[in-house]
């Protein structure tokens, strides 16, 4: 019996004293063991981990049925009934031990030959490397429902600690049921109990607790605040029980920005407080005095100028906080449901939207915006044909999407600026072009931005144990399809790269427009 759901799963042993209970949920379980012309016999207090195979032995003193020996066992249990490699992390830990933005997969890294390989911020997919391999060698499950981002090999939906009853990282040896990578991260939603539980709770960071960055003339903003409620408990009692929570993160900050730009003489064409001689890229004659005549220089550099500031700085850079925002909604549903000791189905739902603006070096250029979303729902169905046959069907669904759209997007300011021959490559997201200037901070075109991900992934699984003797056997069948859609516009709104390879200093070329390398391509 679970103690927390009051749910009974019972079976016979066999002639030599042997029994096998499969597919039971995590939890904390009573066993109790009765005979005819003995003292019925209960082990209390068993801890039952995700996806663990217990081996619970116990003993029959003569006696009559009526008297009752019972033992309160605490001890963990020594997994002696398989030979792979794994390790729990549990409901205790994951809501103790500190965590930064208060991601689970953090704690992954607790386990031996575990590194992580960081967020991946397209998809917000965390890698993790097991044993040395490569992170896409690493497959994730929520409620039996893989949560994996192919295309950035990674988890891109992260519940909240408070939502996770136990995580386990299988690293070794598996059985054929994780036949989709060398590691296997299963994480186990909370489920309702038969008494109400629930909660509250805000975390806070501030700024006014922060040291001031070296370069920053004050201490840049931050305020974050993670915040959420959880609440769970039986809709009939012993029948049907429930959990869900919400969880929110707000984060307001800033980045300092410490950039080389020209200085107001040099935005003119006046370079004689440079340390070295000017070229003339037409006809290769010295520049007299590094004056640039105003004839020489470009229309089409002159107007983006005006994105360029100037000097704030007696060391003439520009330094400046520049704000960011993210903001984080996302909620968990399960429903447990036993139609009788020999049947039950589990339904469980997932939902994950970020919304977030990155800024770049520049007030007005750089800076991308990101929308993703996230959906995992699955359903979970486990039938009792006779005590020696058990069946598992599960049906699970997963989407991702993310569009990542840069600064200035919908205003052609390459065509503004008179730069000709990209009407056409840029006509689908007319934006900056990439400007790169040797040894300043050039405007910055986000080359392949926008970027539009899809994934959708479908399930299918059905498994059937059947015990025979002092044998188990475990077969079935894994049913997958995937779909993705990508798109990005690579470099249609043109690059130009200024090197001073013609007049001797990059912001030189820039102003008399002579690029170094200049390309452009299609969006694809």
Request: charged share 15%.
């Amino acid at each position: 019996q679970e103690k927390s759901t009051g749910q009974i799963r019972s079976t016979r042993t066999n002639g030599e004293g042997y029994y096998t209970i499969p597919q039971l949920s995590p939890g904390v379980y009573d066993v109790t063991v009765k005979a005819q012309g003995f003292k019925a016999t209960t082990r209390s207090g068993i801890s039952l981990e995700i996806a663990q195979t217990a081996r619970v032995d116990l003993s029959l003193q003569v006696g009559q049925v009526q008297e009752q020996v019972v033992v309160h066992d605490n001890a963990p249990i020594l997994q002696t009934e398989n030979a792979s490699m794994s390790q729990l992390i549990g409901q205790q830990a994951v809501l103790d031990l500190p965590l930064n933005g208060r991601k689970f997969t953090s704690l992954t890294t607790l386990v031996p030959g575990t590194v992580s390989g960081g967020t991946q911020s397209l998809m917000n997919s965390t890698a993790i490397h097991v044993n040395g391999m490569r992170n896409s060698a690493t497959a994730f499950s929520i409620d039996g429902v893989s949560t994996v981002s192919q295309i950035y090999d990674g988890v891109p939906l992260t519940p909240a600690p408070d939502a996770i009853m136990e995580f386990k990282i299988n690293s070794n040896n598996m059985s054929a049921e994780y036949g989709q990578g060398g590691a296997a991260v299963e994480v186990q939603l909370r489920s309702g109990t038969n008494d109400w539980h629930g909660g509250a709770y805000e975390f806070l960071r501030n700024d006014k607790f922060d040291a001031k960055n070296f370069f920053a003339t004050s201490s840049p903003p931050l305020r974050q605040n993670q915040f959420g409620a959880l609440l769970g408990g039986p809709v009939i009692k012993n029948r049907t029980l429930f959990f869900l929570d919400y969880e929110g993160t707000l984060i307001r900050s800033s980045k300092t920005v410490n950039d080389v730009v020209p200085t107001e003489a040099e935005r003119g064409g006046d370079f004689s407080a440079l340390n070295k001689k000017l070229t003339d890229p037409f006809s290769g004659v010295i520049i007299p005095g590094n004056r640039i005549q105003p004839s020489m220089l470009s229309p089409q550099a002159l107007y983006f100028l005006q994105f360029l500031p100037q000097p704030n700085t007696p060391a003439g850079t520009y330094v400046q906080n520049l704000a960011s925002t993210s903001n984080t909604h996302q909620f968990d549903i399960r429903l447990d449901h036993y139609f009788s000791p020999h049947d039950q189905i589990t339904g469980s739902y997932s939902y994950q939207t970020i919304s977030s603006f990155s800024p770049g070096s520049l007030p007005a250029n750089g800076g991308l915006g990101a929308d993703l979303s996230f959906h995992r729902a699955g359903i979970n169905e486990i039938h009792t044909f006779s005590p020696t046959i058990v069946n598992e069907f599960r049906a699970g669904y997963f989407h991702d999407f993310s569009t990542q759209t840069p600064q200035g997007l919908g205003t052609d300011h390459a065509g503004k600026a008179g730069i000709g021959g990209l009407a056409q490559t840029s006509a689908e997201a007319p934006g900056f072009p990439q400007l790169s200037i040797s040894g300043y901070t050039g405007i910055n075109g986000n080359t392949y931005y926008p970027i539009t991900t899809s994934e959708n992934t479908y399930e299918l699984r059905d498994y059937i144990t059947w015990v025979k003797g002092s044998h188990t056997v475990k077969g079935g069948i894994y049913l997958r399809q995937y779909r993705v859609g990508a798109y990005n516009v690579a470099y249609s709104r043109g690059v130009f790269n200024f090197t001073g390879a013609y007049s001797g200093d990059g912001a030189a070329d820039f102003l008399m427009g002579v690029p170094h390398i200049a390309s452009r391509s299609f969006p694809r």
